[in-house]
């Protein structure tokens, strides 16, 4: 096998903004993404915002010898947005929606009734198991004041606890997607450090595409500039993550980006660029002849690396947990408002001798009293929405200490091994019975 | 190896029925479990509905020496209900909440509050990853009309798709809570069916407890006998499953229940009776000298069998998918009422001939337009509500279906196999380069 020529994979991610009658030349672009993908055949291609079924039914249509083999996950009221595209055969589907993604009533944001989710599909990929993974994070509206840090964080969280424990039997791991964060931001480093996925920006052996991998960019026909402001060149929020197996390992040969206008079209495929990685797959007896890293997160991340990181995490969940509490003391006020409209009620219904001068009539009291109703209706609705957000932000803090505390042991343990020159693996102490 | 004594494990379940100040006796009930678990040292016990974190805290506290690794499980507006409590270390924690959970406005029922959900805990046991779920599902308020089947078929999915694909690297698997279901109940047979998990009760060398290992009672005092109708003995729908690995194999010792009452206590533990198995843990090169099966779940269930069980499934979801899009007219019912109250509002508003007896004063439009804004916010909101219900249905029905698909292919394939003598796996065909 060591002389084979390795096995190679192309893996396309476009964010499509596909919202009917909202999006620009939502119709035209879908038929130029579906004449893309037909053409360039890539192995699997992972799409977000394809927000109608009508649109992925369309896809599937055209794309039907090309990729034979697909899956839209649906959640949400409107769905995950998420589709994938394969040309091999899709094994399996699990989808996992996340627990905090917004608010209902924030309807120019919209986030919350699009399901935001992760995606997973295994696919039967040159005799191996291949785990495809789909998502799109909550968008980050104001950089500067951004209140939906908790929420992406807890989304960052979840999807890497979902992708370290359904990946283990993968002969290889894929994540695509829109994750609205910066290289560097905290999430970003969360998912790397505790995945042990590879960003194939960075590990590309050649690039072509815009400057700094940009995928929001001034250049774009549909991009309003204000929302680049104070990145005027323009922002990486979609990537292409990988990681191997013991069995293969996969490196990054190119990657590529559209550059915002399409040859012979008369405006882009989308407000976001889209990316293609082409990837190697070398068998694990091949790695030292073909220069690729061990893939194991435990060997590529350090520990202390790995605990700063769920560190900061856990700071921005705290703060989340504050600003959630006090939402939902707003709420309480609300329904407080609620029932002392209530109480006046029921003192002029009861005490006709505070209505002595007639104005009040019966009328008037149903009218407060549906008010009333109103917004009793809205706190409690609030109240409950908020105490859900609250056992979500515990939960996630919960996770994130037992892993601080089980890598603060991994740490110790690091240390003994090392003097008495053990692996330093946890997981490789010996089958033992205690008595 | 092979001459050492097997390690052994106890493991304990019970649904705790902690509703504060409507469960009966519960802070004294909460002192008598405690009591137990300290007693009784099991390694792992697994509660339902700890509906209190008052009450996790209280039990925390009393059991720090016996078990001094615990996680609550937080979900939902009141919470999960799933406590873990272990004498060896948690190295994770994961939650998955359940996509379909009953109706919010059913407050009689009350499970779309506790955020039914399965907790995976990661223990490091004998050095060991034991894979430790617990889990709540939907209660069957009737089986003659169970509305709520289709409810309880998503999350057995989702709970039989979240184990499959979390426990891949565990040196063990072990299960335990209220399923809610019968032993051969359809979604307790698509669990089994497709996680190769095994049921204590069934597997127990001996076993000592109520009959046919009968978990809700006529003889437990606070059981409400008509809740029993038409199965008076009794009825068993809390389980402990289990199963090994490559590594160790999982033989069931024993398995006992509490009986309805409690030496030298007025009552019982809980309206549910608890269940304990002891279980072995058998390296696997000492199998064959213990007799125990091999796990994979491929090797314990036929194919044809899981084949059978999903199209079983896929029927129900069918039928629940009707039954919303029923729900979901009468939501546009609402919301097409509201509309025609708002447009005699506008009538009125601008027509003032239609009123012109003078008897619709300003008070009394303001009256109909509350009650008409109540309907249509109603309506929109159960509109939405049962949007997301058709969402997790639909995507359910497409996991099951590829599933299905796949399980097709395997048999083809097992058949072409056996007859060149392969070992029917279409897992280890060999990593090979397309062209």
Known sequence: ????????????????????????????????????????????????????????????????SSHPHTHYFKSGVIGS???????????????????????????????WFGGKAVG??????????????VTHLHAEYSRARDEYLPHRIVQSWELLQFVRHTSCGAGMVILGGDLNMH????????????????????????????????TLIA?????????????????????????????????????????????????????????????ALIQSEDNRQHGVRNTECSD?????????????????????????????????CLIGGGLLLLLLLLAMAFLPCLCSGGH?????????????MIVLLSGALLYLFFATHIKVLKETEDQMKLTSNYLQTKLSWHSVSESSSSDGSLEHQPFKREE
Chains 1, 2 share one sequence.
């Open 1 to 64: 096998m060591a002389t084979e020529r390795p096995a190679k994979l192309r893996v396309f991610s476009l964010n499509c903004w596909g919202i009917r009658f909202l999006s620009q030349c939502c119709a035209q672009r879908y038929e130029m993404i579906a004449e893309l993908l037909d053409r360039e055949q890539h192995d699997v291609a992972l799409l977000q915002e394809v927000w109608s079924e009508k649109d992925f039914l369309f896809l599937k249509n055209k794309l039907s």
């Open 81 to 111: 947005g998420l589709a994938v595209f394969s040309k091999h055969r899709i094994q399996d589907a699990l989808l996992y929606q996340y627990s905090l993604n917004g608010y209902p009533y924030m309807l120019c944001h919209g986030d």
């Open 120 to 133: 997973l599909v295994i696919v039967d990929m040159f005799g191996l198991k291949a785990h495809v993974y």
């Open 183 to 214: 290289p560097q931001d905290l999430g970003n480093r969360l998912i790397r450090a505790h995945t042990g996925l590879r960003d194939c920006y960075t590990e590309a052996a050649t690039f072509d595409g815009c400057e700094d991998g940009h």
């Open 219 to 279: 250049d774009n026909h549909f991009t309003k500039k204000q929302d680049l402001v104070p990145f005027e060149k323009g922002i990486r929020i979609d990537y292409i993550l990988m990681k191997g197996s013991k069995r293969v390992n996969v490196k990054c040969e190119s990657l590529s980006t559209t550059k915002g206008s399409v040859a012979d079209k008369p405006f882009p495929y989308s407000d976001h660029e889209s990316l293609t990685a082409e990837l």
């Open 300 to 332: 590529t991340v350090p520990v202390s690396e790995q605990m700063d990181v769920v560190s900061e995490a856990r700071a921005v969940i705290k703060e989340g947990l504050c600003q959630t509490e006090v939402l939902q003391a707003k709420a309480m």
């Open 360 to 372: 009040f009539s019966f009328t008037t009291v149903g009218f407060l009293g549906a008010v009333c």
